[in-house]
């Protein structure tokens, strides 16, 4: 088969975080601008969560206004290493950079306290939402992102990916003209339709790299990331023409389902026990205290835990729904919550714990943790 041919007159590309512009894309950019089309590079975060190579800007991490400021600035400072690129940052909302961790399979995985304004845990719908009106407003032939993997699998990356597939998706639904090419950065080792760079796009790419000094080292001929993992300027870039897969739209649906099972079993398991009493005269009931000691714990677990909301939601709602049905007389005539003052507390006050829980604005565990240490 034929490889695709890549020379889009109007190209968007889509990144996660300053300097990946410059990392992925920068013998892409300048190829395409000596060759007169227009480019835009649309940054979802400012890099707020970026780890610097210099010990002098040391103090900006963890200062993520002034991060994300002076990443932002570096970005300006390498596109006009480009020439005249267009540039817009998203969006909607301003999406923070996520960070990442590295899971006990070596892998790069979400940090475990996610920011709930963090691109990782936002809405991939919103993000793609953001993409649709860019692609709208500059009218792409061509739109280049990372594979579905994240390239190296950085969780902003991997949503940068599914909500530019899926922008394309809504933006072939919706309009009328044609929806712009998906091509995505093929990674070493994987199959591509276009490599592309020499020494004068080096060049190019060498003067934005020194832009982003905060988070590349540079060197005469290579430049690093990674310490001890050196990668030379003239290095092609490679791409591959893709299709935006259907699955996306539903994939992060698909997430939170496990969370559906826990609604189902928290009220069989509360219901099993919430009117259960003690044997003493005061008829202590134990069985109520513990069903709604284990609604609360299981609440916050999960708001503390996952940082977004999706999973609390349809663990209420399948609680609901159980705890409904258990209170219907059933066919053999059994009611397994009756109408008593036990029933009424497990019925209503669980489902109110967790309506309290997704209300609450914000918890945060570091909170506790500085105030019951007195620092961090």
Do not use: C
């Not at 306290?113 to 993409?131: R, W, Y």
């Amino acid at each position: 088969m034929a490889k695709a041919k890549f020379a889009p007159k109007r190209l968007l590309i889509v990144h996660a975080h300053p300097d990946d512009e410059s990392l992925f894309t920068g013998h892409v950019i300048a190829d395409r601008i000596s060759a007169k089309a227009e480019v835009m590079v649309f940054t979802l975060t400012r890099g707020e969560r970026g780890k610097v190579k210099l010990d002098e800007l040391k103090s900006l991490e963890g200062d993520l206004a002034a991060m994300g400021s002076f990443r932002a600035s570096e970005l300006m400072e390498a596109l006009k290493a480009f020439g005249n690129v267009q540039h817009a940052f998203a969006g909607t909302r301003a999406y923070l950079d996520s960070g990442m961790r590295i899971n006990p399979w070596g892998k790069p995985a979400k940090p475990r306290d996610l920011d709930e304004l963090a691109l990782a845990a936002a809405s991939t719908t919103i993000i793609a939402d953001d993409i649709v009106a860019k692609i709208r407003e500059f009218k792409p032939d061509a739109v280049l992102t990372y594979n579905r993997r994240g390239g190296f699998g950085h969780p902003d990356h991997k949503m940068a990916h599914d909500a530019t597939a899926m922008a394309i998706r809504k933006f072939a639904k919706q309009s009328r003209s044609r929806a712009p090419q998906f091509w995505v950065i093929a990674e070493p080792r994987e199959p591509f339709d276009a490599e592309i760079g020499n020494a004068k796009t080096a060049a190019v790419k060498k003067a934005a790299l020194e832009a982003h000094a905060s988070q590349v080292a540079v060197h005469a001929e290579t430049y690093s990331v990674v310490p001890g993992k050196e990668i030379r300027y003239d290095r092609p870039e490679r791409v591959r023409k893709s299709s935006p897969s259907a699955l996306v739209g539903i994939r992060s649906a698909l997430t939170f389902l496990w969370a559906m099972p826990l609604g189902v079993l928290l009220g069989l398991a509360g219901t099993m026990m919430h009117q259960v009493k003690s044997n003493t005269d005061a008829q202590t009931p134990i069985g109520l205290i513990v069903a709604l000691v284990m609604t609360v714990s299981l609440a916050v677990a999960l708001r503390l835990l996952r940082r977004s909301r999706g999973a609390l939601y349809l663990v209420t709602a399948t609680l609901a729904g159980t705890i409904f049905w258990l209170a219907q007389r059933q066919p053999g005539g059994e009611l397994f919550i009756p109408g008593n003052d036990a029933g009424n507390i497990w019925a209503y006050g669980s489902i109110g714990i967790f309506a309290l829980v997704i209300m609450f604005p914000k918890i945060q565990p570091g909170a506790w943790r500085r105030s019951s240490r007195g620092h961090r």
